[in-house]
């Protein structure tokens, strides 16, 4: 299994455990994140976005705009 996700980008991953983590029940959760490291917060996200539909997420992204690390050295203007 591990070995597929890391064939997957991160909401694609999420995705794939949440169902799994439908799949095996209400410890599923649990499971699943001691088996993947992915956390159980994530996987609740994952369950949230597969039950809207995936409508609010983007096509074209992994994450939605404004999201992941910040810069870690701020853009110059010259």
Do not use: Y
Request: aromatic share 2%; glycine share 10%.
């Amino acid at each position: 299994m591990n070995l597929l996700l890391s064939r997957l980008d991160e909401q694609q991953r999420r995705w794939s455990v949440a169902m799994e983590a439908d799949r095996i029940g209400p410890q599923g959760d649990q499971v699943l994140s001691q088996i993947t490291g992915i956390d159980p917060k994530s996987i609740q996200s994952g369950r949230q976005e597969l039950a809207g539909e995936l409508t609010e997420r983007p096509v074209d992204r992994v994450r939605l705009p404004g999201g992941g690390r910040q810069r870690a050295e701020k853009k110059m203007r010259s």
